[in-house]
């Protein structure tokens, strides 16, 4: 069974701040890995993809992927209390013969909250 | 483009009764998948298709059945609901590179 894991939260950090999400991954093959937000009540949607180790910055957003710890992490920027939401990492996972079909293995989601 | 939309948004079943939930994308997209969020927890895959008439299984699908007869539609049957498939279920089209769009998603209770 592959399996997802991220840090247990909920995580409550202060406006301004840096947030730290972290996540864990058992499929040493795994290529891709995705952060996804959801706000209460709405759908996921994409806001981080990474494919190689090292570092990938989108504006606030910073990806850090380490293959060989199977470890990739979002960190947050100078954080907004509109960044509250739950963040999920996504791992593409792949069949017994390699292929994926694009199929994606969620961790169970970090709840951030950014107080002002 | 509307993107991915879903129907119903929200549903009670009673234990035994049987419903599809509706799936729709405008983008062309070969790759669908279908998925249940419990409470709580990230989402697990329930089936998926690479395109028309090709499904194949995904994590957890006892007691649903798809079928994708067009490239834009990929309906979810749940045939004798029970109350463990009382859930949110998304729907998602995913592009080339990967990113999956997901729907609006239908909340299902069973009761």
């Known amino acids: 069974q592959k399996e997802v894991e991220q840090n247990s939260g909920p995580l409550s950090v202060p406006e301004g701040a840096i947030a730290s999400l972290n996540c864990t991954y058992s499929?040493?093959?795994?290529?891709?890995f995705f952060w996804y937000r959801q706000y209460s009540g709405k759908s996921p949607e994409l806001i981080m993809f990474?494919?190689?180790?090292g570092d990938k910055e989108d504006g606030r957003f910073t990806a850090q992927l380490n293959k060989a710890s199977q470890y990739v992490s979002l960190l947050i920027r100078d954080s907004q209390p509109s960044d509250s939401a739950t963040y999920l990492c996504?791992?593409?996972?792949?069949?017994?013969?390699?292929?994926?079909?694009?199929?994606?293995?969620f961790g169970q989601g970090t709840i951030l909250t950014v107080h002002p | 483009n509307a993107g991915v939309t879903q129907t119903p948004k929200f549903r009670i079943l009673k234990i035994g009764q049987s419903m599809t939930l509706q799936c729709t994308q405008d983008?062309?997209?070969?790759?669908m998948y279908w998925y249940r969020q419990d409470p709580g927890m990230g989402l697990k895959l329930i089936y998926y298709?690479?395109?028309?008439?090709?499904?194949d299984k995904g994590e957890v699908p006892n007691g649903y059945n798809v079928s994708r007869s067009t490239t834009e539609d990929f309906p979810l049957r749940l045939e004798l609901a029970a109350p463990s498939q009382t859930s949110v279920y998304f729907c998602?089209?995913?592009?080339?590179?990967?990113?999956?769009?997901f729907g609006p998603g239908t909340r299902l209770t069973v009761l």
């Open positions: 998602a089209s995913r592009t080339g590179t990967d990113e999956q769009f």
């Open positions: 499929d040493r093959g795994s290529q891709s």
């Open positions: 990474i494919y190689s180790n």
């Open positions: 996504a791992v593409k996972s792949t069949n017994a013969g390699g292929t994926s079909y694009g199929k994606l293995t």
């Open positions: 983008m062309n997209h070969n790759y």
């Open positions: 298709s690479v395109g028309a008439g090709i499904t």
